[in-house]
Protein backbone atom coordinates (compact mmCIF):
# COMPACT_ATOMS: atom_id res chain seq x y z
CA UNK A 1 0.00 0.00 0.00
CA UNK A 2 1.59 3.21 -0.79
CA UNK A 3 2.06 6.44 1.96
CA UNK A 4 0.32 8.80 2.38
CA UNK A 5 2.37 12.15 3.04
CA UNK A 6 -0.28 14.76 2.69
CA UNK A 7 -3.56 13.99 4.02
CA UNK A 8 -6.34 16.78 3.86
CA UNK A 9 -10.22 16.31 5.10
CA UNK A 10 -12.90 19.01 4.14
CA UNK A 11 -10.15 21.90 4.40
CA UNK A 12 -11.92 25.69 4.41
CA UNK A 13 -10.18 28.54 5.08
CA UNK A 14 -12.34 31.87 5.57
CA UNK A 15 -11.39 35.92 5.70
CA UNK A 16 -14.69 37.43 6.86
CA UNK A 17 -17.67 36.47 4.21
CA UNK A 18 -15.11 35.47 1.51
CA UNK A 19 -14.13 31.72 1.35
CA UNK A 20 -11.15 30.99 -0.11
CA UNK A 21 -10.30 27.31 0.15
CA UNK A 22 -14.04 25.67 0.44
CA UNK A 23 -14.10 22.32 1.99
CA UNK A 24 -11.39 20.53 -0.10
CA UNK A 25 -9.95 16.74 0.24
CA UNK A 26 -7.22 14.99 -0.89
CA UNK A 27 -3.83 12.76 -0.28
CA UNK A 28 -0.67 12.99 -1.85
CA UNK A 29 1.55 10.19 -1.95
CA UNK A 30 5.20 9.38 -1.31
CA UNK A 31 7.67 10.42 -3.96
CA UNK A 32 4.76 11.77 -6.21
CA UNK A 33 5.24 14.58 -8.57
CA UNK A 34 1.98 16.96 -7.45
CA UNK A 35 0.64 19.35 -9.27
CA UNK A 36 -1.77 22.05 -7.39
CA UNK A 37 -3.15 24.19 -10.76
CA UNK A 38 -5.32 27.13 -10.67
CA UNK A 39 -5.82 30.68 -11.55
CA UNK A 40 -5.13 33.42 -9.85
CA UNK A 41 -7.84 33.78 -7.32
CA UNK A 42 -8.91 29.89 -7.17
CA UNK A 43 -7.35 29.46 -3.63
CA UNK A 44 -4.31 27.43 -4.28
CA UNK A 45 -1.91 29.74 -2.70
CA UNK A 46 -4.46 29.96 0.11
CA UNK A 47 -4.29 26.12 0.39
CA UNK A 48 -0.53 26.12 -0.08
CA UNK A 49 0.27 28.21 2.96
CA UNK A 50 -1.85 25.98 5.65
CA UNK A 51 0.12 23.22 3.97
CA UNK A 52 3.50 24.65 4.76
CA UNK A 53 2.51 25.61 8.29
CA UNK A 54 1.92 29.43 7.23
CA UNK A 55 -1.75 29.60 7.96
CA UNK A 56 -4.48 27.92 10.38
CA UNK A 57 -7.06 26.83 8.36
CA UNK A 58 -11.01 27.69 9.86
CA UNK A 59 -12.12 24.54 9.56
CA UNK A 60 -11.10 20.76 8.42
CA UNK A 61 -8.16 18.47 9.37
CA UNK A 62 -4.92 17.12 8.20
CA UNK A 63 -1.41 16.25 8.16
CA UNK A 64 1.73 16.95 6.05
CA UNK A 65 4.63 14.61 6.80
CA UNK A 66 2.60 13.12 10.05
CA UNK A 67 2.15 16.23 11.40
CA UNK A 68 -1.03 17.92 12.23
CA UNK A 69 -2.08 21.11 9.88
CA UNK A 70 -3.51 22.56 13.28
CA UNK A 71 -1.43 21.71 15.46
CA UNK A 72 2.23 21.17 14.31
CA UNK A 73 2.54 24.43 12.50
CA UNK A 74 6.25 24.44 13.87
CA UNK A 75 6.97 20.82 13.22
CA UNK A 76 5.65 21.02 9.50
CA UNK A 77 8.01 23.68 8.98
CA UNK A 78 11.10 21.53 10.13
CA UNK A 79 9.84 18.66 7.71
CA UNK A 80 9.25 20.18 4.48
CA UNK A 81 10.85 22.43 2.26
CA UNK A 82 10.12 25.66 0.01
CA UNK A 83 11.32 27.18 -2.99
CA UNK A 84 9.49 29.77 -4.87
CA UNK A 85 9.67 32.01 -8.20
CA UNK A 86 10.21 35.23 -6.09
CA UNK A 87 12.01 34.60 -2.68
CA UNK A 88 14.65 31.88 -2.27
CA UNK A 89 18.00 33.04 -2.35
CA UNK A 90 19.30 36.51 -0.57
CA UNK A 91 21.19 38.12 -3.58
CA UNK A 92 23.85 40.10 -1.18
CA UNK A 93 24.98 37.24 0.47
CA UNK A 94 27.35 34.99 -1.12
CA UNK A 95 26.71 30.88 -2.05
CA UNK A 96 28.26 30.06 0.62
CA UNK A 97 26.45 32.28 3.01
CA UNK A 98 23.18 31.49 1.50
CA UNK A 99 23.60 27.91 2.16
CA UNK A 100 24.90 28.72 6.01
CA UNK A 101 22.20 30.42 6.52
CA UNK A 102 19.46 28.48 5.55
CA UNK A 103 21.03 25.11 6.75
CA UNK A 104 20.47 26.94 10.25
CA UNK A 105 16.86 28.09 9.48
CA UNK A 106 16.00 24.34 9.06
CA UNK A 107 18.08 23.70 12.28
CA UNK A 108 21.45 21.60 11.07
CA UNK A 109 24.02 22.26 13.23
CA UNK A 110 27.56 23.90 12.50
CA UNK A 111 29.43 20.93 11.55
CA UNK A 112 26.29 19.54 9.34
CA UNK A 113 26.03 22.53 7.49
CA UNK A 114 30.05 22.42 6.86
CA UNK A 115 29.90 19.16 5.37
CA UNK A 116 26.53 20.07 3.61
CA UNK A 117 27.86 22.97 1.71
CA UNK A 118 30.98 20.98 0.45
CA UNK A 119 28.82 18.08 -1.16
CA UNK A 120 26.37 20.42 -2.26
CA UNK A 121 28.91 22.47 -3.70
CA UNK A 122 30.51 19.50 -5.18
CA UNK A 123 27.43 18.15 -6.44
CA UNK A 124 26.15 21.33 -8.25
CA UNK A 125 30.24 22.32 -9.99
CA UNK A 126 29.92 25.48 -7.80
CA UNK A 127 33.29 25.06 -5.91
CA UNK A 128 34.33 28.53 -7.90
CA UNK A 129 31.52 30.50 -7.32
CA UNK A 130 30.92 29.69 -3.48
CA UNK A 131 32.11 33.55 -2.71
CA UNK A 132 30.01 35.08 -5.19
CA UNK A 133 26.87 37.24 -4.54
CA UNK A 134 23.96 34.63 -5.21
CA UNK A 135 22.44 37.46 -7.02
CA UNK A 136 25.05 37.59 -9.57
CA UNK A 137 24.96 34.35 -10.67
CA UNK A 138 22.83 33.49 -13.98
CA UNK A 139 19.24 32.53 -13.76
CA UNK A 140 19.56 28.81 -14.08
CA UNK A 141 22.44 28.63 -11.56
CA UNK A 142 20.02 30.27 -9.55
CA UNK A 143 17.48 28.03 -9.50
CA UNK A 144 19.73 24.73 -9.34
CA UNK A 145 21.39 26.48 -5.51
CA UNK A 146 18.01 27.29 -4.02
CA UNK A 147 16.11 23.70 -5.48
CA UNK A 148 19.43 22.37 -3.39
CA UNK A 149 19.44 24.30 -0.28
CA UNK A 150 15.54 23.42 0.35
CA UNK A 151 16.47 19.76 0.39
CA UNK A 152 19.69 20.31 2.67
CA UNK A 153 18.10 19.45 6.07
CA UNK A 154 16.70 16.00 4.13
CA UNK A 155 12.54 16.73 3.56
CA UNK A 156 9.71 14.32 2.93
CA UNK A 157 8.07 17.39 0.94
CA UNK A 158 9.21 20.01 -1.36
CA UNK A 159 6.78 22.81 -2.26
CA UNK A 160 8.01 24.77 -5.05
CA UNK A 161 5.96 27.59 -5.77
CA UNK A 162 5.87 28.71 -9.25
CA UNK A 163 9.49 27.72 -9.79
CA UNK A 164 10.53 28.57 -13.22
CA UNK A 165 8.01 31.67 -13.78
CA UNK A 166 10.31 33.89 -16.16
CA UNK A 167 13.07 31.67 -17.29
CA UNK A 168 13.79 30.28 -20.78
CA UNK A 169 12.22 26.86 -21.93
CA UNK A 170 15.49 24.82 -21.89
CA UNK A 171 16.31 26.26 -18.19
CA UNK A 172 12.65 24.41 -17.14
CA UNK A 173 13.69 21.77 -18.68
CA UNK A 174 16.89 20.90 -17.11
CA UNK A 175 15.09 22.23 -13.52
CA UNK A 176 12.84 19.38 -14.16
CA UNK A 177 15.14 16.99 -14.64
CA UNK A 178 16.19 17.91 -11.04
CA UNK A 179 12.55 17.47 -9.92
CA UNK A 180 12.56 13.99 -11.25
CA UNK A 181 15.83 12.79 -9.52
CA UNK A 182 14.19 13.77 -6.34
CA UNK A 183 11.14 12.06 -7.15
CA UNK A 184 12.98 9.05 -7.70
CA UNK A 185 14.95 9.34 -4.32
CA UNK A 186 11.13 9.03 -2.37
CA UNK A 187 10.69 13.31 -1.71
CA UNK A 188 7.56 13.94 -2.62
CA UNK A 189 7.50 17.28 -4.87
CA UNK A 190 4.30 19.64 -4.54
CA UNK A 191 4.31 22.43 -7.49
CA UNK A 192 2.14 24.60 -8.12
CA UNK A 193 3.07 26.01 -11.97
CA UNK A 194 1.20 28.30 -14.54
CA UNK A 195 3.17 26.75 -17.39
CA UNK A 196 0.67 23.67 -18.95
CA UNK A 197 3.38 21.44 -20.83
CA UNK A 198 5.02 21.39 -17.21
CA UNK A 199 1.92 19.96 -15.92
CA UNK A 200 2.14 17.07 -17.85
CA UNK A 201 5.45 16.21 -16.30
CA UNK A 202 3.27 15.53 -12.75
CA UNK A 203 2.25 11.79 -11.58
CA UNK A 204 -1.04 13.87 -10.84
CA UNK A 205 -2.58 17.05 -11.12
CA UNK A 206 -5.31 19.03 -9.29
CA UNK A 207 -7.53 21.84 -10.65
CA UNK A 208 -8.45 24.76 -8.48
CA UNK A 209 -11.69 27.24 -9.18
CA UNK A 210 -13.53 29.00 -7.24
CA UNK A 211 -11.80 27.61 -4.28
CA UNK A 212 -13.26 23.96 -4.56
CA UNK A 213 -10.94 21.11 -6.16
CA UNK A 214 -12.95 20.92 -9.97
CA UNK A 215 -11.11 18.12 -11.11
CA UNK A 216 -7.98 15.82 -10.43
CA UNK A 217 -6.68 12.71 -11.84
CA UNK A 218 -3.32 12.19 -13.99
CA UNK A 219 -2.66 14.50 -16.97
CA UNK A 220 -3.58 11.67 -19.48
CA UNK A 221 -6.99 10.72 -17.46
CA UNK A 222 -7.58 14.57 -17.32
CA UNK A 223 -7.35 14.82 -21.30
CA UNK A 224 -8.87 11.89 -22.13
CA UNK A 225 -12.05 12.76 -19.44
CA UNK A 226 -12.44 16.35 -21.00
CA UNK A 227 -11.62 15.29 -24.39
CA UNK A 228 -8.55 17.67 -24.54
CA UNK A 229 -4.98 17.72 -26.52
CA UNK A 230 -3.46 18.96 -23.82
CA UNK A 231 -3.32 19.95 -20.55
CA UNK A 232 -3.04 23.89 -21.83
CA UNK A 233 -7.23 22.65 -23.19
CA UNK A 234 -7.98 20.87 -20.29
CA UNK A 235 -6.82 24.21 -18.16
CA UNK A 236 -8.91 26.34 -20.33
CA UNK A 237 -12.37 24.28 -20.14
CA UNK A 238 -11.87 24.01 -16.23
CA UNK A 239 -11.05 27.43 -15.11
CA UNK A 240 -13.48 28.56 -17.69
CA UNK A 241 -16.46 27.77 -15.42
CA UNK A 242 -14.82 30.29 -12.39
CA UNK A 243 -17.65 32.27 -11.11
CA UNK A 244 -15.89 34.67 -9.15
CA UNK A 245 -13.47 37.56 -9.97
CA UNK A 246 -9.67 36.81 -9.83
Same mark, same amino acid.
Given at each position: ??E?????WN???????????????F &? !?????I?????A? %????T???R??C????????????? %????????????????????K #???Y? &??????????F??I???????????????? %??LG??????????D?????????? #?S??L?H +????? #?L &???T +?G???E??????????????????? #????????E???????? !???? %??I??M????G????????????V?????G??????
Amino acid at each position: MEENVITIWNLTKKFGNFTAVDNISF &D !VRKGEIFGFLGAN %GAGKTTAMRILCGLSRPTSGEGTVA %GYDINTGQEKIKRHIGYMSQK #FSLYP &DLTVRENIRLFGGIYGLKDREIRVKTDAML %GMLGMQSEKDKFAGDLPLGWKQKLA #FSIALIH +GPEII #FL &DEPT +GGVDPETRRRFWEMIYDTAEKGVTV #FVTTHYMDEAEYCDRVS !VMVD %GKIAAMDSPAGLKSGYHARNMDEVFRIIAGRAEREE
